[in-house]
């Protein structure tokens, strides 16, 4: 059997632009039979077009792609969500998939169906882009199971690094149009990202150290050369003229000074010669600080007492009773549907059966799209809303990845990505005491995610979320509340 039988796709000397920016640039990359990968990287670095390259959807502006394989391709933007005959009515019933019109589906919904018609029928290989963005915990479980057992080709990508770590085996990133592979799942791939970070530590220590060592090696030669030289100008003609030898004396020292000149511009060469190695970035870390006008001094600024919650003629809630502690990271997990979101908007609104700290100031972030209408720069509106320092605001804004000219674009031209990115950052910079976010990485990518749990480590006020992330929930939430059954407890760690 030849190698070329166990390529299910191969890309060469693609290049794929859009306008005058170069989005891929790949020599060669394949995907073997039973290869599991996982694609990250910036928003709009490239993922989803490398996908759609495989896919077929997309066509180079040069290079070949050669598929080998029948590949299945689920991309979560596709508004094909049209009930399939060849759908296995086993997994639709499985994944509680409603027996109506598809046009009446809940985000959720219109997944699970596209899942259900994914894992309908066999497929060599698999391109799944962004599978878990609307699915809740019983839903991903499925995904999980299914991709488990799954034999053939996957390449995902997803935001999730749960699911990266459980489900691949390889890392491919994207940056600047250039894949680089990793062997290992994704917290291999932080590992191996970290230990480049320190080698690239060393070696710039080492080079700074070598650097500094020939310049003051050459500096005291150039001493040395100055020092013979002076030494030659205080010798008077009488002297001179009293040594037998005067010409050879004078040749000496000649020769002397311009051999220690020719040593010290050696050096001097050398210093040019290194290699420079950059220092890895370092991290300017940002305290998100409350003024003593936001301070709160409730023990529980959010409180509930037999709160009973509904949705139309459903009960999602029944005689709850909670008390949210000052100063900690909550996070409400559930199924979809439970009533998480429901009771989140109840809280903001100060709703019948709460109990909220009068000087609470909350900042919310909500599933909704955001578009900002403001012809001002994103640095401008960053200033105008926030009490915070230009060198943190700029800070933030980078790590959610507003980097040079990103800083003057208009927020009105900001895509709905980039909008939601500004949405957070100004959150946490801006004049609030309680935070509450609904399902926050939904449309971020791990970078961006990685950052905001950044924040919320930095972050002095109480936070309440909900996420179905659950690598994100696990490192930032003190306290997990799960709804479920119209009650609301606390899981035990």
């Known amino acids: 059997?030849?190698?070329?039988?166990?390529?299910?796709?191969?890309?060469?000397?693609?290049?794929?632009?859009?306008?005058?920016?170069?989005?891929?640039?790949?020599?060669?990359?394949?995907v073997h039979q039973f290869d599991r990968i996982g694609i990250v990287g910036r928003n709009g670095a490239g993922k989803s077009t490398l996908l759609k390259l495989m896919a077929g959807h997309l066509?180079?502006?040069?290079?070949?792609?050669?598929?080998?394989?029948?590949?299945?391709y689920f991309d979560q933007l596709n508004g094909e969500d049209d009930k399939d005959t060849d759908t296995d009515y086993a997994l639709m019933s499985r994944l509680s998939i409603p027996d109506t019109s598809p046009g009446k589906f809940s985000g959720g919904e219109q997944t699970r169906l596209k899942l259900a018609a994914l894992f309908s029928n066999y497929h060599e290989g698999m391109l799944i882009d962004e599978?878990?963005?609307?699915?809740?915990?019983?839903?991903?479980?499925?995904?999980?199971?299914?991709?488990?057992?799954?034999?053939?080709?996957?390449?995902?990508?997803?935001h999730d690094r749960y699911i990266l770590d459980k489900l691949v085996t390889k890392i491919w990133e994207i940056d600047d149009g250039n894949i680089t592979e990793y062997t290992g799942n994704y917290s291999d791939y932080v590992e191996q990202k970290e230990l480049a970070k320190r080698q690239q530590l060393v070696k710039h220590?080492?080079?700074?150290?070598?650097?500094?060592?020939?310049?003051?090696?050459?500096?005291?030669?150039?001493?040395?050369?100055?020092?013979?030289t002076q030494a030659s100008k205080r010798v008077s003609k009488k002297e001179v003229k009293a040594k037998a030898n005067k010409m050879f004396m004078t040749k000496s020292k000649d020769t002397g000074q311009k051999g220690i000149e020719r040593a010290a511009k050696a050096l001097e060469e050398r210093v040019s010669q290194l290699e420079a190695v950059e220092a890895p970035k370092s991290e300017h870390v940002v305290r998100f600080r409350h003024s003593g006008a936001l301070q709160l001094y409730n023990k529980f600024p959010i409180m509930a007492e037999q709160l009973t919650l509904k949705a139309g003629d459903k009960i999602l809630l029944e005689g709850a009773n909670f008390q949210f502690p000052l100063g900690r990271r909550i996070a409400i997990t559930g199924a979809n549907g439970s009533g998480k979101t429901s009771l989140i908007h109840h809280i903001l609104k100060r709703g019948e059966g709460m109990t909220i700290s009068p000087k609470a100031v909350f900042g919310a972030y909500k599933q909704m799209e955001y578009q900002f209408t403001e012809g001002t720069?994103?640095?401008?509106?960053?200033?105008?809303?926030?009490a915070y320092r230009e060198s943190d605001i700029r800070s933030v804004l980078y790590k959610m990845d507003f980097k040079g000219n990103d800083l003057i674009k208009k927020v009105c031209d900001l895509s709905g990505g980039e909008a939601i990115r500004l949405v957070l950052c100004q959150l946490f910079l801006g004049r609030y005491n309680i935070l509450v976010l609904d399902e926050p990485t939904n449309f971020l990518d791990v970078f961006s995610?990685?950052?905001?749990?950044?924040?919320?480590?930095?972050?002095?006020?109480?936070?309440?979320?909900?996420?179905?992330?659950?690598?994100?929930?696990?490192?930032?939430?003190?306290?997990?509340?799960?709804?479920?059954?119209?009650k609301l407890k606390l899981r035990l760690k």
């Open 1 to 30: 059997m030849t190698n070329k039988e166990y390529i299910c796709v191969e890309l060469e000397n693609i290049e794929l632009s859009f306008l005058d920016r170069m989005v891929l640039n790949i020599p060669r990359l394949a």
């Open 59 to 72: 066509k180079p502006n040069k290079g070949i792609v050669t598929r080998h394989a029948d590949f299945a």
């Open 131 to 158: 599978p878990t963005t609307h699915l809740d915990e019983t839903g991903r479980q499925f995904l999980m199971e299914e991709l488990t057992y799954y034999y053939g080709a996957l390449v995902l990508i997803s």
């Open 205 to 228: 220590e080492q080079y700074v150290k070598e650097k500094e060592r020939l310049i003051k090696a050459a500096e005291e030669k150039m001493k040395k050369a100055d020092k013979v």
């Open 377 to 386: 720069s994103v640095l401008g509106y960053m200033k105008e809303n926030s």
């Open 449 to 486: 995610i990685e950052a905001l749990e950044q924040f919320l480590e930095s972050y002095d006020g109480t936070v309440l979320l909900v996420s179905h992330d659950r690598a994100f929930v696990e490192r930032v939430a003190d306290d997990v509340y799960v709804l479920e059954n119209r």
